[in-house]
């Protein structure tokens, strides 16, 4: 698929897919947020107490350890990824009882786990969280292009929902080892 310049199209041109209306109204697990999680967005985005407020119809105040990282939104982006990251998820069963087992398209030259790998639904509206680790590869595998973005995708599926959540991550380490050999090539290129 291509993007409206042809050319290959990513998550950033086309997101998490397209809609299915019949689907939509059956997706199985969904990443629910409220009022409280947008405030808290706001607050990792460092906007001040007085701008929040106008947002907010009761008193709020930031949390102390605010982040982006862990924003209960379907899609996982992590910028400048040095060693490695745990970013938290909750799910909500909004179908009927279910065991969801987790599929992961890994980025190129990056390593993800997802903990735990099933997760069982006994009833409509319970709740359960998950913890994806992303590391820089540091097997020998070539890693992620520097300054470049790579794409993967966490799949929770029953069999017959499949609740897709894109991954997307650039690495800092890489773009580290590259600005690091340009400055020891362009040094050795002076002597």
């Known amino acids: ?39 808290d967005f706001l607050c990792a985005l460092g906007y001040n107490q007085s701008t929040i407020q106008l947002f907010s119809k009761e008193p709020f105040s930031c949390p102390s350890n605010a982040s982006l990282l862990n924003f209960n939104y379907p899609s996982i982006t992590i910028s400048h990824l040095s060693g490695s990251v745990t970013v938290s998820r909750i799910v909500k069963n909004v179908g009927s009882p279910a065991v969801y087992a987790a599929r992961i398209r890994q980025p190129h030259g990056i390593s ?49 929902h499949y609740v897709r959540s894109p991954i997307v991550v650039s690495s800092n380490a890489a773009m580290t080892q590259s600005t690091e050999l340009a400055v020891v090539e362009n040094i050795t290129s002076r002597t």
Do not use: C
């Open 1 to 39: 698929m291509l993007n409206g310049s042809f050319v290959k199209a990513t998550p950033f041109s086309y997101g998490a897919g397209h809609i299915r209306p019949n689907r939509a109204m059956d997706p199985g697990l969904v990443y629910d947020l409220n009022v409280n999680d947008y405030l």
């Open 112 to 160: 993800v786990s997802v903990e735990p790998n099933i997760l069982k639904f006994e009833r409509t509206g319970e709740e359960k969280s998950f913890q994806l680790t992303i590391r820089n590869r540091i097997d020998g595998a070539e890693g992620a292009p520097p300054g470049d973005y790579v794409f993967g995708e966490l799949l929770w599926s029953d069999g017959h």
